[in-house]
């Protein structure tokens, strides 16, 4: 396999939200630029979103102005609605991204509207951000199974899917929210999404609850995704997804796609300072295996 995969860096985000403290403003900065430092191109940096219900996003503002804007850096802020795009905007993201959930019941309790509602303001945001100059993409949240409704249907998530490409996203991700879903269930979703819906960016998002991520991540790359989501350390949930726990681990991601020959354009040394450095700023230890077992063993003297 000679080809390469985007990182999509998201635990500034998805990682942060979940921590029972608030990391504060200026570590969440170097935390980011330890992450831009390592080679990653393309962060989910924070959400706009009501601060009441998301307390550790509330400084969204501050975490954007305090980032060295880069041309060939992608800062993306997560909005719900129509108010979480014109802070981006404002903040200066020049990505947004917004979620859609396949399940009515979760769109819901995660948006307070349908999803029908929910995919009805993205096609908005989609359009406002094009008209704005900021790059639209999209996730279809709980695409491999509901906490409250269970089974959902591919065929439901594959209609969901182009429904919102008609908002022409730069991509669209599909999102296991609650890390229930296995690798033959995210080769046909993706092999069906690539069928429908021809030449579209597809992006895949794991958690490793059940400790299915990685597997997960590589029948996406076997499908054809373009890019895929993990956080440094592994570190992550979802407030609103019962038991979620983190995200895919950015480090063991990067070292399993760097040996097999799938470039990353990420520096894996740098990746594992920066766990390191994210464990000792949490006090705790973060899931991630390669923080654990260290990279590709290096021969402990160098023949002369
Ligand atoms: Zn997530």
């Known amino acids: 396999m000679t080809r390469s995969i985007e990182i999509v860096e998201v635990g500034p985000r998805d990682g942060l939200q979940s921590e029972p ?23 989910e940096v924070t959400s706009f979103v009501n601060p009441k219900k ?16 880069r041309s060939d850096v992608w800062y993306v802020g997560l909005v719900l609605n ?3 795009f014109d802070r981006a905007v404002a903040a200066g ?3 947004i991204g917004m979620a859609v959930v396949a399940s009515e019941t979760f769109n819901r309790r995660n948006q307070g509207v349908g999803t029908d509602d929910s995919i009805a303001a993205w096609l908005e945001i989609a359009k406002a951000a094009h008209a704005a ?5 999209v996730t279809v949240s709980a695409a491999f199974g ?36 296995v690798p033959s269930q995210v080769s046909e979703l993706i092999g069906r999404a690539r069928a429908a819906l021809p030449g579209m960016r597809l992006r895949a998002h794991f958690h490793n609850t059940r400790n299915t991520g990685l597997a997960n991540a590589y029948a996406a790359v076997e499908a054809g995704v373009s890019a895929l989501d993990s ?50 700023t949490l006090g705790r230890p973060i899931p991630s295996m390669l923080l654990k077992a260290g990279s590709f063993p290096k021969p402990a003297t160098q023949a002369a």
């Not at 998301?54 to 503002?61: F, K």
């Not at 100059?133 to 993409?137: A, E, L, M, T, Y």
């Not at 979620?244 to 594992?272: C, F, Q, S």
């Open 21 to 43: 403290g608030v990391m504060p403003t200026a570590t969440k900065i170097e935390f980011v630029e330890r992450l831009v430092a390592a080679g990653i191109k393309r962060l």
């Open 54 to 69: 998301v307390p550790q996003m509330a400084d969204a503002e501050q975490v954007l102005a305090g980032l060295k804007k």
């Open 82 to 84: 129509q108010k979480g």
């Open 93 to 95: 993201c020049n990505e």
């Open 133 to 137: 100059g900021v790059r639209p993409q």
């Open 146 to 181: 509901c906490p409250f409704e269970g089974e959902i249907a591919v065929e439901r998530v594959v209609e969901i899917a182009r429904r919102v490409a008609e908002g022409n996203p730069h991509e669209i991700a599909f999102a296991d929210t609650i890390g229930v879903g």
């Open 231 to 280: 956080s440094a350390g592994g570190i992550g949930g979802c407030p609103f997804a019962p038991a979620a726990t983190g995200n895919i681990p950015t480090e063991d991601l990067v070292y399993m796609l760097e040996r097999m020959g799938v470039r990353t354009g990420v520096n894996l040394d740098a990746l594992i300072a920066t766990g390191e450095w994210l464990q000792g």
